[in-house]
């Protein structure tokens, strides 16, 4: 083989996965540049003129903040919830034995292999059969979310306790330190990447879901409503100003969480 082959054959799959990086970016590149754009129209989505009118009048759509401030709302409370019952779901799986386990872990999945307009008519039914259906709101939207992300959560939680070495918590009672004592300074924190992943990803599930949130909202307007709302007439540029917000703050959770990874990994 040549020179030129083996420098091929060696940066191939890097090569490929740089090109699939940029491919994923370049919509969010795009949203970035278009919260800087003055569109000529309302109807317009080409780039027209530089303005930071967007950014320093972020609320202008009317609704469009009450709208985001709900999303957040929601998902940060059906991320607490989910979280919570799903790490406890997680340990009870993966750390006990009992009858209908294994019923247990096909039914976890079952939220996440169905299609979400089946999952969001089902729980319309249930509430319209519980008599809620002219109580549709926050509450219906919260419950409905926090079922979606519980199967997510308890799937990340499980794939960190499952390659977690039982030597160490072994090791840490033969200290002398009782199974409290285990759990809060050896379980947890070799626990607590998987948990804040969970966690992150039951956010983002929460405040981008459109179509369960839309059957079981009522007169609520989450975020993702809002935009499927303004399409009709025209996407005002601020949304792109609201996505870009959330992609900075995402990266920088990311960030810093790599950054903390790497100094525990020196100390």
Same mark, same amino acid.
Request: with cysteine; charged share 10%.
């Given at each position: ?89 997680? /340990? ?5 034995? /009992? ?9 976890? /999945? ?158």
């Amino acid at each position: 083989m040549t020179r030129v082959g083996r420098w091929i054959g060696e940066h191939l799959v890097l090569g490929i996965g740089l090109l699939v990086l940029l491919y994923m970016f370049v919509p969010i590149a795009i949203v970035i540049g278009m919260s800087f754009n003055e569109p000529a129209s309302r109807n317009s989505y080409s780039f027209n003129q530089f303005t930071l009118h967007n950014w320093a009048n972020p609320c202008e759509p009317i609704g469009m903040c009450d709208s985001v401030v709900l999303s957040i709302q929601i998902g940060l409370l059906a991320t607490l919830f989910a979280t919570a019952l799903g790490t406890l779901m997680a /340990f009870a799986l993966v750390r006990h034995r /009992f009858r209908g386990r294994s019923v247990a872990n096909v039914f976890t /999945f079952l939220p996440m292999a169905s299609p979400e307009i089946v999952m969001g008519s089902s729980l319309l039914a249930l509430f319209v059969a519980g008599g809620l259906a002219g109580q549709l709101g926050f509450g219906t939207i919260l419950v409905a979310h926090i079922l979606f992300c519980l199967s997510f959560v308890v799937v990340t939680v499980k794939a960190r306790l499952a390659g977690l070495d039982p030597r160490l918590e072994q090791a840490a009672m033969d200290l002398y330190a009782n199974e409290w004592q285990t759990f809060w300074r050896v379980t947890f924190p070799l626990v607590f990447p998987g948990i804040l992943s969970a966690a992150l990803l039951s956010f983002s599930l929460s405040f981008d879901d459109f179509i369960i949130t839309n059957l079981n909202a009522g007169q609520e307007v989450t975020f993702p409503m809002f935009v499927w709302g303004a399409a009709q007439r025209g996407i005002p540029p601020q949304i792109n100003v609201v996505g870009t917000v959330m992609f900075l703050v995402a990266l920088g959770l990311v960030l810093a969480g790599e950054v903390g990874s790497r100094r525990r990994a020196r100390a």
